[in-house]
């Protein structure tokens, strides 16, 4: 018997939940609901404070990365920030993205505590994916009471330090290998970007 579109959404948050919980990045709860991919235009797929935590600089290598670009911020572009994209691995129903932020800020001290705000700018945590070739976009999972992406305020650094950020998104549906990874709407996209299958 086909399952219900309710019945697929919670199976697919819970296998969400349960590895996130996996990775430590969160305190799962039961609740929670997947946001699948969204249909996009032609035209939008063309123009498509406090001490830094050491748990989350300690393990980060800025170096292990497939892909890295850096960008100016677009009210200070004295301040800068470096995007080194870890992986994109998909197990199951869940795609999970590994990136890693290092941002440059002239205006700070080296000392300054930058969080994930600071670097998007009032902005939250909100990277995507795009599947051109289907004209699809893969938002970050929706749920109440678990974390599916990097907290933008607890999530930080210190000027100069690189710092790691993880998103959960529903998985390609269409049998693809490759999409296009954006860190931010205002920021050119990782292009191509190949899946790790788990």
């Given at each position: 018997m086909k399952r219900s579109h309710r019945s697929h959404r919670a199976s697919l948050?819970?296998?969400i939940a349960l590895s996130i919980a996996l990775l430590g990045g969160c305190s799962g709860e039961k609740e929670g609901s997947a946001t699948g991919p969204t249909p996009v235009?032609?035209?939008?797929?063309k123009g498509a404070g406090g001490s830094a935590a050491p748990s989350q600089v300690a393990t980060v290598d800025p170096d292990k990365v497939?892909?890295?670009q850096t960008f100016k911020l677009r009210k200070k572009p004295e301040d800068t920030v470096e995007v080194g994209l870890v992986s994109l691995t998909v197990s199951g129903k869940i795609a999970t993205l590994q990136l890693v932020l290092t941002p440059?800020?002239?205006s700070k001290p080296a000392a300054e505590t930058i969080q994930i705000f600071d670097i998007y700018e009032g902005s939250g945590f909100n990277p995507y994916l795009l599947d051109l070739g289907n004209l699809k976009r893969y938002d970050v999972v929706k749920g109440s009471g678990?974390?599916?992406?990097s907290d933008s305020v607890d999530t930080r650094t210190v000027n100069g330090t690189s710092m790691s950020a993880?998103?959960?998104f529903a998985a390609p549906e269409d049998p693809i290998t490759t999409?296009?990874?954006h860190a931010s709407d205002w920021w050119p996209a990782f292009?191509?970007?190949s899946t790790i299958q788990r």
């Open positions: 948050a819970s296998t235009t032609e035209k939008a797929a497939v892909a890295r440059r800020f002239k678990s974390r599916f992406a993880f998103a959960v999409v296009d990874v292009k191509a970007v």
